[in-house]
T-cell receptor, first 120, second 106 residues
Framework: QITLKESGPTVVKPTQTLTLTCSFSGFSFANYGMSVGWVRQPPGEALECLALLYWDGRKDYSASLRDRLSITHAASKSQVVLTMTNMDPLDTATYYCVHGQLDRSIWVAWGQGALVSVFS | DIQLTQSPSSLSAVVGDRVTITCRSSQNINIWLNWYQQRPGKAPKVLIYDASTLQSGVTSRFSGSGFGTEFTLTISSLQAEDFATYYC????????FGQGTKVEVK
């Protein structure tokens, strides 16, 4: 059974850097086609894909947020870490970790989501 | 980024209605279009992938069609548990989502 769980701060101040961790189990990230990514959803708004990390090291970022995002794999801990710099109140959202297989962005497995609020 | 536009943004329906939601892409994405259902406070759930393939375990009252730039999600006979928000998502390039369609009780 594949599980993903997001962890990180619930509140950050404007201009700070957000670091979120996705801890996963039930699959090996080294296997062909695996990917882990981040999707966010501001309250009452639509979903937005932020970043994806693939089994072979490829990374894919939202074009509009590329300059603020970084996604990395902590292999020894079965974790994927997302950092987002220069946080703004408009970045207040629920941040989801997602898992894809076969090099496809079809996300059957999702984390429960982590609400991050940005205010001073 | 590839832009996806869903219509309508919301609709009101009753149990038993046939419901159709449209998703239009800003460029040709072949069949690489997925549909998700999201209930309040929950993570999205994939219903259809590759435009028309039903995800394992999803009821057959959901169906998808389309190719290129225009796609549809159809619920053949709306049930109480289907009142939710539906999103299309393209997996042709860096993934993007539509703005969502909320299906509400009439």
């Amino acid at each position: 059974q594949i599980t993903l769980k997001e962890s990180g701060p619930t509140v950050v101040k404007p201009t700070q850097t957000l670091t979120l961790t996705c801890s996963f189990s039930g699959f090996s990230f080294a296997n062909y086609g695996m990917s882990v990514g981040w999707v966010r959803q501001p309250p009452g708004e639509a979903l937005e894909c932020l970043a994806l990390l693939y089994w072979d090291g490829r990374k894919d970022y939202s074009a509009s947020l590329r300059d603020r995002l970084s996604i990395t794999h902590a292999a020894s801990k079965s974790q994927v870490v997302l950092t987002m710099t220069n946080m703004d109140p408009l970045d207040t959202a629920t941040y989801y970790c997602v898992h894809g297989q076969l090099d496809r962005s079809i996300w059957v497995a999702w984390g429960q989501g982590a609400l991050v609020s940005v205010f001073s | 980024d590839i832009q996806l536009t869903q219509s309508p943004s919301s609709l009101s329906a009753v149990v038993g209605d046939r419901v159709t939601i449209t998703c239009r892409s800003s460029q040709n994405i072949n069949i690489w279009l997925n549909w998700y259902q999201q209930r309040p406070g929950k993570a999205p759930k994939v219903l259809i992938y590759d435009a028309s393939t039903l995800q394992s375990g999803v009821t057959s009252r959901f169906s998808g069609s389309g190719f290129g730039t225009e796609f549809t999600l159809t619920i053949s006979s709306l049930q109480a548990e289907d009142f939710a928000t539906y999103y299309c998502q393209q997996s042709y390039r860096t993934p993007t989502f539509g703005q969502g369609t909320k299906v509400e009780v009439k």
